[in-house]
């Protein structure tokens, strides 16, 4: 089992950034792959990003694609996600979320285990 822990979420303005962490305990890290996805009030869960177990794949949701960046730093149990370029429509709760299947699937089913979230309100 891991147990996952985000953080970096905050209060920002139109066109700023800010980086996610997502901080990992429990079995081995770099055995899975780390999604984030976002949930805004009174709407569903939403893909937004993956990066595999050895970081030798990352996919974006269409609607972040170019300004967020998913990254990993195994030897910190840690994954991140940096957001650029952000919008009042990014503002959400944002989780990350561990698999340890193959391939980059968008779904929540697909995930096994998940962090408590963290908040991102874009201002504007």
């Known amino acids: 089992q891991v147990q996952l822990v985000e953080s970096g979420g905050g209060l920002v303005q139109a066109e700023g950034s800010l980086r996610l962490s997502c901080t990992a305990s429990?079995?081995?890290?770099?055995?899975?792959?780390i999604g984030w996805f976002r949930q805004a009030p009174g709407k569903e869960r939403e893909f937004v990003a993956i990066?595999?177990?050895?970081?030798?794949?990352?996919y974006y949701a269409d609607s972040v694609q170019g300004r967020f960046t998913v990254s990993r730093d195994n030897a910190k149990n840690t994954a991140y996600l940096l957001m650029n370029s952000l919008k009042p429509e990014d503002t959400a709760v944002y989780y990350c979320?561990?698999?340890?299947?193959?391939?980059?699937?968008?779904?929540?089913?697909?995930?096994?285990?998940w962090g408590q979230g963290t908040q991102v309100t874009v201002s504007s």
């Open positions: 990066i595999t177990r050895g970081a030798a794949t990352t």
């Open positions: 979320a561990a698999r340890s299947g193959f391939g980059t699937p968008t779904a929540t089913l697909s995930y096994n285990y």
């Open positions: 429990g079995r081995t890290f770099s055995s899975y792959s």
